[in-house]
Structure formats: structure tokens, C-alpha cells
């Protein structure tokens, strides 16, 4: 069983940037798509970004140019780079993996934002 190992959350004030990591443990085949997803206390689980295997991105309008998201496919690792980050991008972030027969999640990584 394929486990997704996220790094790169912590506290940070606002204004500040961090960059969170998501590798598998194992071979991914079939990839389909790649995502960044956060839940913040009390609410649901909301998607933040997501890359297509063609590359091609899309972002919720939150973070619309303030994050990034990329893959590195000869890591198999994909990124997601938050800049000027917000008190309401506090929240525990993760990984998702979408292959053409299954669905990957990462245990999450807390990002706390101090303002």
C-alpha cells in the first residue's frame, strides 16, 4: 500500500512563505492528477490546488497568486509554494493522489499562521 509522506508545515507570521512537500513511499502508476487540499477547525476540507498529469494547474481563488503548486516527476514529489500567507490559511494541509484505479492520501501537515 502506497502511503503519502508530507513535510514542510509549521508556524510561520503572516506576510511569511513556506513550502510543503509530498512524496510516496512507494511506485505511483497511472497518475492522474496531484492536489493540495486543508481543513481549518470546524470546517470542511477544501481543495487549494491541483496538478493535472499534463501539467496544467488549477487554483481556488483564495490563493490564487500567492501559491504555487508543482511536480517534479523524476521525484515523483509534488509542491505546494505558499507566499504571503494569510491567518486564514491556518489549517492542516494534504496531500492527494489520484491514479487511474485509486485515491492517496497524505497524513497531514499543520500550518499555523500568526498574525
Known amino acids: 500500500q502506497v502511503q503519502l509522506v508530507e513535510s514542510g508545515g509549521g508556524l510561520v507570521q503572516a506576510g511569511g512563505s513556506l513550502r510543503l512537500s509530498c512524496a510516496p513511499s512507494?511506485?505511483?502508476?497511472?497518475?492522474?492528477?496531484s492536489g493540495w487540499y486543508r481543513q481549518a477547525p470546524g470546517k470542511q476540507r477544501e481543495l487549494v490546488a491541483i496538478?493535472?498529469?499534463?501539467?496544467?494547474?488549477n487554483y481556488a481563488d483564495f490563493v490564487k497568486g500567492r501559491f504555487t503548486i508543482s511536480r517534479d516527476n523524476a521525484k515523483n514529489t509534488v509542491y505546494l509554494q505558499m507566499n504571503s500567507l494569510k491567518p486564514e490559511d491556518t489549517g492542516v494541509y494534504y496531500c492527494?493522489?489520484?491514479?487511474?484505479?485509486?485515491?492517496?492520501w497524505g497524513q497531514g501537515t499543520q500550518v499555523t499562521v500568526s498574525s
Open positions: 492527494q493522489v489520484q491514479t487511474v484505479s485509486a485515491q492517496y
Open positions: 512507494g511506485t505511483i502508476f497511472s497518475l492522474v492528477a
Open positions: 496538478i493535472v498529469s499534463g501539467g496544467i494547474t
